[in-house]
């Protein structure tokens, strides 16, 4: 049994935050600027892109974690705030000290998050008015204005929470997310945002997201692009009354758990958007002589264009696939390789299975959600990615996002 | 001034050579199976793909490419032959067997090459009778109708041929190619086939082939797959007259640039020929660390889905550009990076150019054929992938092609 229940709501559903998501204008007439507030100071924890060009928020981010505590986040859409050089981190450094101002705290206490279009300079105007308009809007109702302020070439807002209890009292934990393009294992253009009222010790909190990314965020593939402003922030205020939590508490596993199955839900949500995705897939490797073999070959597989357009045509082309493996960097033994999709058997030993039937695979490609199992029969390694397939709709929305 | 000139025609520009293209019926009413006969025993050398899993046919090369000479060439379009297993292997032999029956030399002399579906045994009653129809048509004017017979989602046949002079005998080599799709650097769904009249020690040959293979089929970029049936076999039968050449003669050179120049021709032609590619790319990476991160770089870039929708979009979208270098691999720094389009500046020290103009870039990206040239700054390495766009017509293409 579930030691957690999925509530209504997203990042609101946790006690002493408010949040905001308003218009600020840089984006055409669409929300592009969130807010969120803890009512007292909050641990803060967070993962970031590894790409080696790294936005001017994020390194902000990075900086101001090593802090005790936050206050606020301020998200804008629209601009990525990369590749803008020392403007940029003014630009980043100056939106904390406008919601700082703003709010009445220190300008140290504000993390500062950007998605959009790279390269170009914030238009601080705007982007100021913005930020103080969704000061002036804080509600503790405003989750959904905010997960729709963060959005990108998403089609629906990504929100999911839930409650547990810790040492007998209910503590709760509430998550948005945007990505829909550019995502790739190791973060992508994603941001998500997961807030709870629970107390949490700082070290123990960043530990339990780093491992929740791991097994969620850092398994999606839509393109096989990494951003340069993947972040995801995890705030815990301490409004639930719990005691402290951390890695000794009795309770702290079931705390993890929940706040992994929190970042799967939104990160599924992130894959089922993908960009003109029709087909959500989890690609499964078993077998692999290790388990990075078995990440190269997961990965090699989600992201090969010819097998995700394979998918788009309802195709269960397994030559595609095993090519894929083939080409991965994993030790593979071509007569060892076996393929399902779903539980229908494609290849048996490197061929076409004996009594494959091209109808019932067919039937599995027809799913909107379906399974691609792939065991190397070389060792023990395993990994899981989930991706999407690819589809004119992608074509079409990234050539016409112009810069 | 160039030491070789081309001229017309294609594979039989080459003397000594008599080739044939037909309908075997592997794929319907279109030509699918050539051939390529040496009139006397040719000196042989051959590059294949790096894929761990790999065709029949290659392996077959692979061990016949071991001994002194080969005579012929027998190909077949509409299926690989590949994750087939033993009964692969045997079909593949007997593809040999049945090719020198008909014209009467060793079957250990003959060379076999498949292309197509993965993982479908070869029809080899329809294979059989179109070797022996391919061998019954054999003509030293069969050149167009054997690229044409190898020719898979390609839209045109790939030829070049040119001339030289080789101690004062002039010599001709000629080449014909396939491959739209599953192009990838190290190779593709490619075959190519270069025949010369010239005579040629065996090892310089392949020494002269590896060196032209990596400066011209191993630059190309289509889709980032990378095939099973990949091969490159190029035969050289002595019937021009000449002094043999090999790595001591004075005129070795000359025939070592004209090989590199014919390959890269035609890979030319495979790129140009990507699978609804509209736009031809050359990425040029310089100043890097190293020459394997400029090559990371360079394929991280032509490779990226989100540059090649862009590139397609017409957008000159740095952003996607200077974000794939950054998550490549190779050692960056960002605020030293530089990125033009042909001559027009975007990038200036990881950031938008002063003065760059959107109108200027755009000019760029509306030609057929432009470059992108990306400077690191911190080395000497270089690399060059040659690549196209992504279009809605790529993903038509490759979810319709069905297994």
């Not at 030790?331 to 009594?355: N, R």
Request: hydrophobic share 45%; glycine share 10%; proline share 2%.
């Amino acid at each position: 049994m579930s030691e957690f229940s999925y509530i209504k709501g997203g990042i609101t559903a946790a006690s002493g935050f408010t949040v905001a998501g308003v218009c600020a204008h840089i984006k055409a007439a669409r929300p592009d600027m969130a807010m969120i507030v803890s009512e007292r100071p909050a641990a803060a924890a967070g993962t970031f892109t590894t790409n080696r060009v790294q936005a001017a928020p994020v390194k902000l981010c990075r900086d101001r974690l090593l802090r005790k505590s936050a206050r606020a986040i301020v998200i804008n859409s629209g601009n990525a705030n990369a590749c803008t050089g020392e403007q940029g981190m003014a630009d980043a450094g100056r939106m904390a000290a406008v919601a700082a101002e703003a709010l009445g705290i220190a300008a140290e206490d504000v993390l500062v998050c950007s998605t959009g279009t790279i390269g170009v300079p914030l238009p601080m105007d705007k982007v100021e008015g913005g930020i103080k308009a969704a000061a002036g809007a804080l509600s503790s109702e405003g989750g959904s204005d905010a997960a729709r302020a963060i959005m990108t070439t998403d089609t629906v807002e990504k929100e999911a929470a839930l409650k547990l209890t810790i040492g007998g009292v209910e503590v709760h934990i509430g998550g948005m997310a945007k990505g829909a393009g550019m995502i790739e294992p190791n973060m992508a253009t994603m941001l998500a945002f997961i807030l709870t009222d629970a107390l949490v010790d700082k070290a123990a909190l960043q530990d339990c997201l780093s491992a929740a990314v791991a097994e969620s965020f850092n398994r999606i593939s839509v393109d096989g692009d990494q951003s340069t402003n993947d972040t995801v922030l995890f705030l815990a205020n301490g409004v639930a009354g719990n005691e402290l939590l951390n890695g000794d508490h009795p309770d702290w596993q079931i705390f993890c758990d929940a706040v992994r199955a929190l970042t799967k839900k939104l990160a599924m949500k992130i894959v089922e958007d993908g960009e003109g995705a029709t087909k959500v897939v989890t690609v499964n490797v078993r077998g692999a002589a290790c388990c990075e073999d078995a990440r190269k070959a997961a990965r090699a597989v989600a992201n090969s264009l010819l097998v995700k357009t394979s998918w788009y045509g309802g195709d269960p082309n397994w030559g595609r696939v095993v090519d894929a493996v083939g080409y991965s960097g994993a030790e593979v033994k071509e007569d060892l390789i076996d393929v399902s999709y779903d539980d229908v058997c494609a290849v048996k030993d490197g061929m076409a299975a004996p009594g494959a039937s091209l109808r019932e695979l067919e039937k599995v490609l027809a799913r909107r959600e379906f399974s691609l199992n792939i065991d190397l029969h070389l060792g023990d390694g395993t990994d899981t990615v989930y991706t999407c397939d690819c589809t004119e709709e992608y074509v079409r929305i990234n050539s016409e996002y112009m810069t």
